[in-house]
């Protein structure tokens, strides 16, 4: 999957986070440590539909996990 930056139209690969993994990404995982960010603040992983479940699993367990969207219907994507 690619996205194009509307800052100059190029487009970028979109590429899963997991250790050793060059998948396409399918989903934003969207997290914050609570203990160093402010609630509002949202740092991002990206997954391939195979590590999707994996690293909400990993985050979840550490109370950082806050959502996963779908890059496929993403409005800014």
Do not use: Y
Request: hydrophobic content about 30%.
């Amino acid at each position: 999957m690619t996205s194009t930056d509307p800052a100059d139209g190029r487009t970028a690969d979109l590429t899963c986070s997991a250790k050793g993994c060059q998948a396409t990404a399918a989903a934003e995982i969207r997290w914050n440590n609570p203990k160093i960010h402010t609630p509002d603040r949202r740092k991002s992983w990206l997954a391939c539909p195979d590590h999707v479940a994996h690293l909400t699993s990993f985050l979840s367990s550490r109370g950082f996990w806050r959502e996963t969207v779908d890059l496929g219907r993403r409005p800014d994507a």
